[in-house]
């Protein structure tokens, strides 16, 4: 019996759940798909809705890799001009940023770019590992990863790690691949962090 219950305590601590909820926040203009992408998400999950006035709030459990089974509490920041101050607040303490971006919308892109650059410059999301969701990949002229690097500027980025997935949040196409990247930025950031600090030490 004690060798059972020695197996089923390290089985426990093995997962998932053990590690704790990450927060996510979902940011990007008005329109790219925010909502869309958190209630697709969440769709082939548990449901647990949250009242929610300017933003919404669900809890999404990842799917694949090493993020399977990981919960993440994503928080989705209304995208409109006026509300974005407010990201400010909701991105402090974040453990990942997911940057929705609509591929196809070349006349704001810029404006994603200044808003994207606006995030990554702020103290408060300094070091905080940034996805990109290149959403609306369905749509004819969707840009691809490579070009968004580019138009968005990402190398010069320096201060983040950054990926690009490319995404349908219609069809949930790409949405679980971009948090289990997300995840393991998230992972790796946290082992930086770790050999640092003994070094320090
Ligand atoms: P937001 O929360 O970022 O403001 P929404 O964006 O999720 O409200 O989406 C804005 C519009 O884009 C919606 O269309 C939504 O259906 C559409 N959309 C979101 N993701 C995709 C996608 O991957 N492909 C396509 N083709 N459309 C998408 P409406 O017509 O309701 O405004
Ligand atoms: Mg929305």
Request: hydrophobic content about 40%.
């Amino acid at each position: 019996m004690g060798a059972n219950m020695g197996k089923n305590s390290s089985l426990l601590d093995a997962l998932p759940s053990a590690q704790g909820t990450l927060h996510v926040v979902m940011l990007g203009l008005d329109s790219a798909g925010k909502t869309t992408a958190l209630y697709r998400l969440k769709f082939d999950q548990y449901l647990n809705t949250v009242p929610t006035i300017g933003f919404n709030c669900e809890k999404v459990k990842g799917a694949l890799g090493r993020a399977k089974g990981v919960n993440f509490l994503v928080w989705d920041v209304g995208g409109q001009e006026k509300l974005r101050p407010l990201w400010k607040s909701y991105t402090r303490c974040t453990d990942g940023i997911v940057f929705v971006l609509d591929s196809v919308d070349s006349e704001r892109m810029e404006e994603a770019k200044m808003e994207l650059a606006r995030t990554a410059r702020s103290p408060d999301n300094a070091g905080v590992p940034i996805l990109v969701l290149a959403n609306k990949q369905d749509l004819p002229g969707a840009r691809e990863p490579r070009e968004l690097e580019k138009l968005l500027g990402l190398s010069e980025m320096s201060s983040h790690c950054w990926h690009v997935q490319p995404a349908c949040a219609i069809t949930g196409d790409g949405l679980h691949e971009g948090l289990e990247q997300l995840y393991e930025m998230i992972l790796r950031r946290r082992k930086l962090a770790k050999q640092s600090k003994a070094k320090k030490r």
